[in-house]
């Protein structure tokens, strides 16, 4: 693999990180701003890690696809005749065209450009007028296939072919999941929030694993939950970031009747995070997806009980929406334009032992796990 990245830029950002959060710096804000350290990113961390997908209703049944883009590399994700999961890189093995576009049903893949044909195994079916050519057979020809896991009711594709699975990674997350949202299986796509942010994608990471600002940024999440439940949490690949409702009136939404009465959190290395908020059974999947070094897309899909939102959720989507992302892209912005100048490198990581929410301590396992995937490949 080329990079631009070598040993000494590796020990130059390096420095000022320590294991014990309580002595450590932040990450060197070099990573967060410089081209080839996003380049780094997406090769080192991104094409070597489980990436969120979609939720298992999409390519539940034989013949069911969706398609999505990983690192830059399109991928489809296929539900074959035999009930097998499959992902492959979605390129056709002819002239690299992509095969399949969106999401849906289809009896096999054929190529829009030349009309090579695929069985849904990824096996060469049909290739037009090659009877002619020399030492050419289409059982020689099958898609080049991509890791894919189903986990959680969610499913997850690896471009790292010697990657562990997910499951095995993330010791006992899927337990943990479960206990608190049994039914997510059976739950379904309600809507899509999206967003394009002007901040490199290690910073709305950070942003999300602390609550340290939100006294200050986000006085109406903090009505929301009661913040001195509110408990961090990390593991090897994860955190988990928990809280119970609020007893009072917030002018976020209104809670009193909800059914689910837990504010619960996972992130998941490094870009996947899963909340369960106060209201009906649900679980809202944030995508952090690096699109530049100073540029981030979004995604919040909200699964639900029933294709349609209630008034709750819709208030929860509004809230969402119109402001904690507002708030939440300000500070990570501002915290973008800072790292572009002169003025800072690195910041303490502010630390509480007893792990409350006002604690960075899940940052800095962030950190040390970029730092983990930096040395793996350029020490």
């Known amino acids: 693999m080329s990079t631009a990245i070598s040993p000494e830029d ?21 990573t967060y701003t410089e081209a080839d350290w996003y380049a ?46 499959r992902a492959f890189y979605n390129v056709c093995k002819h002239r690299a065209h992509e095969l399949l576009s969106g999401d849906g049903n289809t009896t096999r893949i054929m190529c829009p450009y030349h009309a090579w044909t695929y069985k ?37 594709v690896n471009l790292n072919p010697i990657a562990a699975s997910l499951s095995e990674q993330s010791g006992d997350l899927e337990t943990e999941i479960r206990h608190w949202a049994p039914d997510i299986d059976k739950l379904t796509f309600g809507h899509r929030l999206t967003y394009d942010i002007k901040s490199n994608w290690k910073n709305v990471v950070d942003n999300f694993l602390e609550c340290y600002h939100c006294p200050t940024a986000h006085k109406d999440f903090c009505e929301l939950v009661d913040m001195d439940t509110y408990k961090v949490t990390t593991y090897g690949i994860y955190s988990s970031h928990m809280a119970d409702a609020g007893n009072s009136p917030n002018a976020a939404y209104d809670v009193s009747n909800a059914k689910v009465k837990t ?46 939102p209630n008034d709750m959720e819709k208030e929860v989507m509004r809230y969402l929406d119109e402001v904690l992302q507002v708030e939440d892209i300000n500070l990570v912005e501002s915290v973008q334009r800072g790292m572009n100048t002169p003025a800072f490198s690195q910041g303490r990581i502010v630390h509480d032992p007893d792990g409350s929410g006002k604690s960075e ?6 950190h040390g ?7 793996e490949v350029f020490a």
Not at 16 to 22: E, F, R
Request: aromatic share 12%; proline share 6%; net charge negative.
């Open 120 to 156: 849904l195994d990824g096996q060469l079916a049909r290739a037009p007028h090659t009877e002619n050519l020399e030492e050419f057979s289409v059982d020689d020809i099958c898609l080049d296939q991509v890791q894919v896991e189903e986990f959680c009711g969610f499913v997850y």
């Open 369 to 375: 796990l970029v730092l983990n995937a930096y040395n």
């Open 40 to 85: 780094a990113d997406l090769q080192v961390i991104i094409s070597r890690s489980w990436q969120w997908v979609c939720h298992i209703e999409k390519v539940r049944e034989p013949g069911s696809y969706t398609t999505v883009e990983i690192a830059g590399k399109p991928i489809a994700i296929v539900r074959d005749w035999e009930g097998c999961l």
């Open 263 to 308: 504010h619960a959190v996972w992130w998941l290395w490094p870009n996947t995070c899963l909340m369960r908020y106060p209201g009906r059974s649900s679980m809202i999947v944030l995508n952090i997806i690096p699109a530049g070094p100073d540029r981030t897309l979004e995604t919040y899909d909200f699964f639900l009980e029933t294709p349609e």
């Open 10 to 30: 590796l020990r130059r950002v390096s420095g000022g990180y320590d294991d014990h959060p309580a002595r450590s710096l932040s990450l060197n804000a070099e």
């Open 361 to 366: 301590h899940a940052v800095h396992h962030f």
